[in-house]
């Protein structure tokens, strides 16, 4: 009778559940207890399920059998614990080994060291027991062996996979930094490729590199076993090895595969190498009949018409091949252009620059956060909708509703108001921006004081069907319990969500604490992805994830449109011009040259991108200065600014002390002198439009005698925001003489 093994399988981190149903599968028809555990799926079952696993498992990374688990306090504790496992049942002194650890959490946190001591127990026992001791092979051993410690707590296996099972054997060569074939599998099943899908589907990957996807999606397509032209597993010496089992498996998998299968697999790359190195791969795989490679560019891609619908991956280049060729951002356009030839389809990719998944233009339904070796990456999907192709209607969110219900009676009633201030706003707001085509408004701002939170709502440009809900929850009082102000915000959520029918992924949440000085910009995250948005004539990127602010500030819609209005044939500086909204509104305004000034790189970058999407990239009239605007009223000289500009907009923040500037601001101790020094910058009959958002803010009294001034607060106030009539401060300002 065969023992019973505990197996761990370990696959891409990200694709746990994905990984956890292939395992299912392929053991279907075993006696084995199958279970989801953190960081991949434990197995209680026969050497034949590990056997099946290695051999069949697409996405799956390591396959490990558990020896033994026990405490591991200290290195004495972990050397004698490995001297009481019987090695001489796994392997001999004519084997070779190596030790691989990892360590978390634990007062041994030195891998190379534990590794040490686990190889050196082994090696005494033998010594001690035969006079002789199996050799170190760090390359390919004969024998594995893993440790892992968490808490103290370790577990000791062999690793059977031998190496990683994600080397098919296939690729010899690659280009660049491909994906691992255990990634790309995952993204394949998460796509939904599969053998059924391949009678009924087209696959098609533009940028294919060295074939990876391409590969896979054709093995799959074939039923042919992943492992089954690897050569060395960790269990080909070990001990307690079947070789008639391990043969009989290998024949099995051999008479499986479909020599006749018929589906329709698309490669094209820009890079005539990439698709001779992709062909050889895919010769080796023994699939590349099923393949057609073509040497064609993502823009000029064409393939024979077909009423199929498609599912395309891909995985583009991360920046440093194109970056000096046609840069990355004019490849994702062409990109998305490109790729809505084929529709209907679903677009699923995997990029190190999900700040530029925007320019694709197309809806996405999916993300997900995953590395790629060391580089932090984001897998998205994308609707690419067929001519009759209709939108999926909202579905409500019963899991809001049901949360709400299970509260009890008084905190059900306590939730009643705000559920119905919520539909009131929706309401009334949303009568006002269709009749005013708003797409980008604020629905509640603190309306009710126990309930201390400003909603705004987004609406995507490219999908108007899909909207994004920013809650900012201002952070609470001392004196109201912790905890009791954490339960409110939580039913704040789930009453944003019933009441507006969305999911968790489409609802962002922030704690709005006090931000002073180098914490007002600073990252809450690293998702990096934009959306993009419309406010008038312009489109305009939002990130909802990585900043506390969205990168659009909708209390100064108005005054945008202003800029607007005033800016047709004038000159326009933009100081502390953020993400360059306003500098997009007045060189859509028809502005003869706009200047944007900020010392922060990345909002600078941003505001390049919001006006590359509106095709005002002419260098010659729109500019972009990186520095401290402090310094360049002190000094606009050396900036060479000796035109004034006819219109300029100030909007400083509240407080600033960026290690970046020269000196702090202040802006209701320092805004007289930096209004007096931006009107130097002015032409005589110019304007210039002042705003600030500081709390109780009071225009200095001296300014009314040297400039005409005129508070257009009221004026700029939108209707969304009416509800704080304080949110900020606006004056024009022009010289007496004007």
């Known amino acids: 009778m065969n023992p019973v093994l505990s197996l761990f399988i370990i696959g891409h981190k990200g694709f746990e559940t994905l990984l956890f149903h292939e395992v299912r599968k392929i053991l279907q028809n075993q006696e084995a207890k199958i279970t ?15 056997y099946r696993l290695c051999l069949y498992s697409r996405l799956a990374n390591r396959v490990f059998c558990q020896l033994k688990t026990f405490g591991a306090e200290d290195d004495d504790q972990l050397y004698q614990a490995i001297r009481d496992v019987d090695w001489s049942e796994h392997f001999s002194v004519r084997h070779s080994l190596a030790v691989s650890a990892t360590l978390s959490r634990s007062n041994l946190d030195h891998t190379h060291f534990a590794s040490l001591r686990v190889k050196d127990a082994i090696v005494d026992q033998f010594r001690e027991r035969f006079g002789s001791r199996p050799r170190v ?7 594995r062996i893993h440790l892992n410690i968490h808490r103290n707590q370790a577990s000791l296996s062999l690793d059977l996979s031998g190496e990683s099972l994600h080397r098919r054997g296939y690729r010899i060569e690659h280009t660049g930094a491909p994906l691992k074939e255990h990634l790309a599998a995952s993204m394949l099943a998460h796509a939904g490729w599969s053998r059924e899908t391949a009678s009924t589907h087209r696959f098609i990957d533009p940028m294919c590199g060295s074939g990876t996807f391409a590969i896979e999606a054709a093995m799959i397509a074939a039923n042919m076993a992943p492992g089954i032209n690897r050569g060395y597993y960790g269990f080909n010496k070990w001990s307690q090895h079947d070789t008639t089992l391990w043969q009989q498996c290998l024949d099995e998998a051999t008479q499986q595969i479909d020599h006749s299968a018929q589906t329709r697999i698309f490669a094209s790359d820009y890079d005539l190498k990439a698709i001779q190195v992709a062909r050889a791969n895919a010769a080796r795989a023994e699939v590349g009949r099923l393949i057609e490679f073509s040497h064609q560019s993502i823009d000029e891609l064409r393939l024979e018409p077909d009423s199929r619908p498609g599912i395309i991956v891909c995985n583009p280049p991360y920046g440093e091949r194109l970056q000096s060729e046609q840069g990355l951002a004019s490849l994702y356009t062409d990109m998305g252009k490109g790729l809505r030839r084929f529709a209907p389809a679903r677009l699923h990719i995997i990029s190190a620059n999900p700040d530029l998944l925007h320019r694709l233009r197309l809806k996405r339904y999916f993300k997900k956060a995953v590395k790629n070796g060391p580089i932090e990456c ?43 201030r919520l539909r009131k706003n929706a309401r009334h707001l949303g009568r006002w921006t269709k009749k005013n085509d708003i797409s980008c408004y604020r629905v509640y701002d603190a309306d009710l004081p126990e309930f201390s939170f400003a909603l705004d709502v987004y609406q995507s440009e490219i999908s108007p069907s899909m909207h994004w809900y920013h809650l900012q929850e201002y952070q609470a009082p001392k004196t109201i319990d912790p905890d009791k102000a954490e339960a409110r915000i939580e039913w704040a959520k789930q009453a944003v969500k019933q009441v507006f029918q969305i999911d968790d992924e489409l609802l962002f949440c922030k704690i709005r604490k006090r931000q002073r000085g180098k914490r007002q ?20 990127l939002i990130n909802l994830s990585d900043y506390l602010d969205s990168g659009l500030f909708l209390d100064h819609r108005l005054t945008r449109a202003r800029i607007f209005d005033a800016a047709k044939g004038k000159s326009v500086l933009n100081l502390f011009c953020y993400t360059g909204s306003a500098s997009v509104q007045a060189a859509l305004g028809g502005a003869s040259r706009v200047l944007s000034v900020d010392m922060s790189a990345t909002y600078l970058k941003w505001a390049r991108e919001n006006h590359a999407i509106n095709q005002l990239e ?15 009223l002190e ?24 290690a970046k500037m020269q000196q702090t601001l202040d802006i209701q101790r320092d805004h007289e002198h930096l209004i007096e020094r931006s009107m130097r910058l002015l032409a005589e009959d ?18 009314g005698s040297k400039y ?10 939108p209707e969304d925001f009416k509800r704080r009539p304080g949110i900020h401060k606006c004056w024009e300002i022009r010289f007496k003489n004007a």
């Open 137 to 143: 092979d760090k390359t390919q051993p004969d024998i």
């Open 36 to 50: 989801r555990r953190y960081g991949g799926v434990e197995i209680s079952g026969s050497i034949e399920c590990a």
């Open 521 to 540: 910009y600073q990252k809450l995250d690293n998702q990096g992805e934009m959306f993009q948005v419309r406010e008038g004539s312009a489109s305009l």
């Open 618 to 632: 002419d260098e010659s009239k729109y500019h972009f200065l990186r520095t401290d605007v402090i310094e360049l």
């Open 378 to 420: 984001l897998i998205a999907s994308f609707e690419i909708p067929g001519v009759d192709s209709k939108p999926v209607p909202a579905v409500p969110d019963r899991a809001s509703k049901d949360k709400i219900d299970k509260l009890k009676a008084s905190d059900r009633e306590a939730i009643a108001p705000l559920l119905n």
């Open 635 to 658: 000094n606009p000289g050396r900036y060479d600014l000796e035109n004034p500009f006819d219109l300029i907009f100030l909007n400083p923040p509240s407080f600033s002390n960026s």
């Open 686 to 703: 110019g304007l210039l439009i002042f705003s600030t958002n500081r709390k109780g803010f009071k225009l200095g009294a001296t300014l």
């Open 708 to 717: 005409r001034l005129r508070d257009i607060s009221r004026d700029t106030l």
